[in-house]
């Protein structure tokens, strides 16, 4: 019976780290140029960063971005301060 629970649990660890859940929402996310920030902000309130590594340059936030690179690079004219982070709020 412990080596059977110890299996699952072990197939269950695997399959976790096998599929991450930013390539899940990235796979669900529509990737679309918006006209503006406000656009933008309305899907996405705390805007779109390149990676969840990024950290904000202009000042205090109200929202967590959404992380998408596709989403990003296909919106970075929106990044006005330059510091990975398109229309953020």
Do not use: H, Q, W
């Not at 599929?19 to 669900?28: C, P, V």
């Not at 656009?39 to 340059?57: L, P």
């Amino acid at each position: 019976m412990r080596k059977l629970f110890s299996i699952i649990l072990s197939f269950g660890l695997i399959f976790s780290f096998a599929f991450s859940t930013t390539e899940i929402a990235e796979a669900k996310t529509k990737i679309i140029a918006y006209k503006n920030c406000k656009e933008m902000n309305k899907v996405y309130k705390g805007g779109v960063a390149r990676s969840s590594s990024v950290k904000n340059k202009g000042g205090k936030t109200k929202y967590k971005p959404f992380v998408s690179k596709a989403l990003y690079d296909k919106n970075k004219s929106r990044d006005r301060d330059k510091d990975l982070i398109a229309c953020e709020r």
